[in-house]
């Protein structure tokens, strides 16, 4: 109690005229608190002052302010029943206060607005103190009601008193959430990894806390959390954005230096994304109208400014904080829109799609017919086409949009698009397209193998080798490029394929192709056009004097062509086909 009062009376001392021992003091404190008795430092008397610390001037005590936020930090944090936690929080006064950053902006930023934070230092530790505070309630909030569920379920019956006082614990931690709540999005806003990291964990559970109570109440939710949870997509689209600050080339780089730091600033965004991308889609489970709606409109928004139609189902969003205005928008808008509504798909059946009353299937429609100019960003395009593959099944059910859907692998959105890090992610989804409408893209087989044949013939003439495969690693599977977009959460890019150049996959699908047809002749006919340039190949390598290895990557293609078409001809027993595949393999070799 002494060294206690102590505290105090050099606080009270000098918390004006000297910020730097103010620090120190706190600092101490901060290491004594959770080991003392917590009525010594959380009381009516200590409590003021580092409230009075805390909203000081940052320009002058911001040191003070930062070792403030620590005191709290471990006042909040300090272990004890759940119900004596509920009521020292509530004691404390702190919420109420951390409630106004919602309008005042955490200490450490000039205002609300997410981009303005003057000390990164203090607002991460503020974003933290927010985001322990709300956890302690959350936990307690769980533990109270869970004890009481726990032996209820056991048959322990519970009297009158106990009961509504674990009503009461849970209905004060719901108070608090609820003022709270609004503090923790506007931080979650925040456009930096540091802080981010700090609050998606909390909002994953604060989404599995939702969850269990809407389970509980038949899948209804109350208005305020409904309201929460719309604001939370709202966040969580916002902090998955690329930075318009972001030194990331539309097409191609100019200079090594110029990819790495692309590549690098890609990959942190692709890490971010991990758990934003878990969250959007956990929340749109609890309320699908309104996460169809936001995605809806942000790919209005997004992709009308960039030359497209109006997509099916546009809304009004509430104070239109996600996308941009129409006619204003850029290729970050219209990227995340994409990857977005590739995360609404997740799940999705065929016994949806092939309804087609659920409004994501008209929307896939309206997203595969978009013209290919909205994808002229590397990113964008990227963010498209794995969009498209997701969705590919619709045309199933719909195969009038099946020319539409290949136009984006083969034109200037997929195989066409001049970046050198599109053209391979777009032959691996083709050939992973093709493997799965199987069923329906053999009826225009031959006009897609004709579409695909100016690309093989130039993937042909410019085969990759192992070195300049490592030297330019981002040609076929670049680090944050295909996972930075829609496919993050579900590692489809490019990981476990043994080939050095991801183009191939053009080839194997094109053996799908040609395997498809029925007719002997007329698959001798697609394989002596689909082999053409590879002989070329093989033959300009064998003039030039260096022959050609085993290993060498004009043979790949031939490899991967020849594996797809021998599945189909075992199948069909064709031996036409066979005789000319021979006739192939002995041109290689000579």
Known sequence: EQVAASWHQMLVMFKSSDPGLVALLLSGVERYVNWIDISLVANERFMPILFEVLNSDHSTHGVAQVSAVGVLAEIVGKKMEPGVKLNLIQGLGLVPLAAQWAETGLPGMMSCVPSEVEDQELAVVSAKLLVNLATEILDAWKKVENSVISLQTVGVSLDDEAVLEATASCQTATLMMEQLFPAVVMAFRIPKDDVSVIVAPFMLSYVSRIKLVSKRANGELSPVVHAQ?????????VCARFD???????????????????????????????????????????VPTAAYELVVNMLNNSLIGR???????????????????????????????????????????????????HPLVELAAGIIQLDD?????????????????????VTLFRPALLPSLA???????GLGHPASTVPPRAAYLLCRTVKTLRQT???????????????????????????SFQAKSSYSRPSGLASAGASASVGVSGAGVST?????????????????????ETQ???????????IEQLQRADRGGDGVASSDPSISPTAAADKRLNEQRIQAGHDQTFLYQASLCRQCME
């Open 229 to 237: 949870l719309v604001a939370l997509l709202e966040a969580a689209a």
């Open 244 to 286: 318009s600050n972001m030194s990331l080339y539309p097409v191609d780089y100019a200079s090594m230096e110029e990819m790495v730091i692309a590549e690098e600033e890609e990959q942190s965004v692709s890490t971010r994304r991990q758990d934003l991308f878990s969250l959007f889609r956990n929340t749109s489970k609890l």
């Open 307 to 357: 030359g497209a139609a109006n997509l099916p189902g546009a809304v009004s969003v509430v104070g239109g904080t996600t996308g941009a205005s129409q006619g204003t928008s850029n290729w970050q808008d219209a990227e995340i829109a994409l990857s977005l509504f590739y995360q609404l798909g997740e799940g999705m059946t065929e016994d949806v799609l092939k309804s087609g009353a």
């Open 373 to 393: 100019s909205v994808a002229t960003h590397r990113l964008v395009a990227l963010a498209l086409l794995e969009a498209c593959a997701r969705y590919a099944k």
């Open 407 to 413: 136009s984006k692998f083969f034109g200037s959105a």
């Open 441 to 467: 893209i053999s009826a225009i087989s031959r006009d897609l193998l004709c579409a695909l044949m100016p690309h093989l013939e130039a993937i042909a003439r410019s085969p990759i080798g192992n070195q």
């Open 500 to 520: 050095p150049d991801d183009r191939l996959f053009a080839f194997e699908a094109a053996g799908l192709l040609v395997g498809f047809s029925s007719d002997e």
């Open 524 to 534: 001798v006919e697609w394989l002596q056009a689909l082999s053409r340039p590879l």
